[in-house]
């Protein structure tokens, strides 16, 4: 959605940054009924970073966190790094401890997991999933009662602290218990609530988009280089110009298409840069790698959903 800043199209923000108005400890505490203690059930990459985030926002403290790892080497690294209660395997005594509980293993995984630890689950517990190819129904018939279940879609970048997350939820999940989803995700990114049939296209879109970006600087660095610079000053000027470019769109709230005639001169080199790129449809190309990376999404889900219902 869009709105009108000093005569130009501008963006509105979803969630940013800035903590909700209410204190998620406190609102658990009173409308949950427990102390806020979070499990993070496969801490691998995404699991690992998103552990990292909330420790470091004081989501919650150390002693307040559980994560379960594979391997005793994986298990003494995030000890290591984090000082928290890390296990190998004990999906379920992790589980049994916490108030929210992540599921953040491999999309065909995560209904194992929630089969190992469904008869230990408790009304008032939140399961948040990171598996974004992953219907909520799927999660919900495996299941012995109903609780909160929410689906995410955090990217890559979440690992630097600067992910997008969007996320929908089940009719279970009430106000508060959006208010601690909300708060853990900010710890890595900005955040988003979408309705589910809308996570395709946030797979499509920010999952996938950071593979689209990288190849964006990948050919920013080679022709830096093919007009005489060296690769590390090519690098280092394609990589600043893209995330000043973002964050230029994110706090002047204009429409790109504002801010890229701000900085195109009737007859300089920008235009003619535009013109070749308009002309082998750059534009065009994304939106469609956008549209067939959603498709491909929403038939990864119906395949994944069919595949755990046949067991």
Do not use: W
């Amino acid at each position: 959605m869009s709105v009108v800043r000093n005569g130009k199209p501008a963006f509105t923000q979803l969630h940013n940054r800035d903590p909700p108005p209410q204190d998620p400890q406190r609102t658990y505490n009173s409308n949950v009924g427990q102390q806020l203690k979070i499990a993070i059930l496969g801490a691998g990459n995404m699991g690992g970073a998103l552990l990292g985030g909330i420790l470091k926002a004081g989501v919650v403290t150390k002693e307040n966190v559980i994560a379960t790892v594979r391997s005793e080497e994986r298990a003494n690294t995030l000890r290591d790094q984090f000082g928290c209660l890390v296990l190998t395997g004990g999906n379920r005594a992790a589980a049994e401890q916490a108030g929210v509980i992540v599921l953040s293993t491999k999309p065909h995984i995560v209904p194992k997991v929630v089969e190992e630890i469904r008869d230990i689950l408790r009304p008032e517990q939140v399961l948040v999933s990171l598996a974004a190819a992953l219907p909520i129904a799927v999660i919900e018939s495996k299941l012995s009662a109903p609780m909160p279940v929410f689906r995410s879609m955090p990217n890559i970048p979440v690992v630097v602290e600067e992910g997008a997350i969007a996320y929908c939820f089940n009719r279970h999940a009430r106000p508060e218990h959006q208010v601690i989803v909300d708060r853990m995700f900010r710890a890595v990114g900005v955040v988003c609530t979408v309705e589910e049939e809308m996570m395709d296209a946030v797979t499509a879109l920010s999952g996938s988009g950071p593979a689209y970006v990288y190849m964006v600087i990948e050919a920013f660095i080679a022709g830096g280089v093919k007009m005489g610079l060296s690769r590390e000053v090519s690098t280092r000027l394609a990589e600043q110009t893209v995330l000043g470019a973002a964050k230029h769109v994110r706090q002047s709230m204009l429409h790109p298409a504002i801010l890229r005639d701000e900085v195109t001169t009737p007859g300089g080199t920008t235009i003619v840069a535009i013109h070749e790129l308009e002309r082998h449809g750059l534009r065009s190309m994304l939106i469609s790698a956008i549209e067939t990376a959603t498709k491909h999404a929403k038939e990864r889900s119906k395949v994944l959903a069919q595949k755990v219902a046949e067991g």
